[in-house]
């Protein structure tokens, strides 16, 4: 399957400033790329479809302009949560579809904003 | 559109009994179904998926489910759980058609006692 690698697995940052996280996928060229956000003991809320060369599709409630996503190429996604505040902490997480029907996922990000 | 429910919040299990996780779906059309585990401040593992074919599917670390349309369910089950079975357990369903869009399940902290 897919390996997909996601850096970095933790960043503490100061409210107001802005993180980039990004997704790689090693060994597969992957068109579509998804974003997920995590809550302790919670399930994965999807935030976003990545789309290499096109803009990203947002869910309902996921604030564009808050969490901007680029897809440049193939293997690599980078979402970037911009002015960050505390109640942005959250566990991120990526995936990649192999195009068939299986999903791999990152190794998630803990985001901590103090 | 598609849903998962994962009706408990945790499952306790003593070390070398049967382990059970339930899931009910459901998805317009014929489902593909997965399960995924999850260990602390890590990403998701893929288990196990249901395609089409035999209603019994065998997946990693001795693990299987079975598809029930007519209930539309697919349990999870371990004959002997081990310790390090202890986890957060998700199941996932999309439809065999659009962008690959999984709806996951709450998950199930499943706690395998000693």
């Known amino acids: 399957g897919a390996v997909v690698s996601q850096h970095p697995s933790r960043v503490i940052c100061k409210s107001g400033t802005s993180v980039k996280i990004e997704c790689r996928s090693l060994?597969?060229?992957?068109?579509?790329m998804f974003w997920y956000r995590q809550f302790p003991k919670q399930s994965l809320m999807l935030m976003a479809t990545?789309?290499?060369?096109?803009?990203?599709?947002?869910e309902q409630g996921v604030e564009k302009d808050k969490f901007l996503i680029n897809h440049a190429s193939l293997t690599l996604s980078t979402l970037t949560v911009t002015s960050a505040h505390p109640e942005d902490s959250s566990f991120y997480i990526c995936?990649?579809?192999?195009?068939?029907?299986?999903?791999?996922f990152g190794q998630g990000t803990r985001l901590t904003v103090v | 559109a598609q849903s998962v429910a994962q009706p408990e919040d945790q499952v306790n299990v003593a070390e070398g009994n049967p382990l059970t996780v339930k899931c009910t779906y459901s998805?317009?059309?014929?489902?593909?179904l997965f399960w995924y585990v999850q260990y602390p401040n890590r990403g998701l593992q893929f288990l196990l998926k249901?395609?089409?074919?035999?209603?019994l599917v065998k997946g990693s670390y001795g693990f299987e489910a079975e598809f029930n349309k007519s209930q539309t369910s697919f349990h999870l089950k371990k004959p002997s759980a081990l310790v390090s079975d202890s986890a957060l357990y998700f199941c996932?369903?999309?439809?065999?058609?659009?962008?690959?869009?999984?709806?996951f399940g709450k998950g199930n902290q499943v706690v395998v006692i000693p």
């Open positions: 995936s990649v579809t192999d195009g068939n029907t299986e999903a791999f």
């Open positions: 060994d597969f060229q992957a068109t579509t």
């Open positions: 990545s789309n290499e060369g096109s803009k990203a599709t947002y």
């Open positions: 998805v317009s059309g014929n489902p593909y």
């Open positions: 249901y395609i089409t074919g035999d209603n």
């Open positions: 996932a369903v999309r439809p065999p058609y659009g962008n690959n869009r999984l709806a």
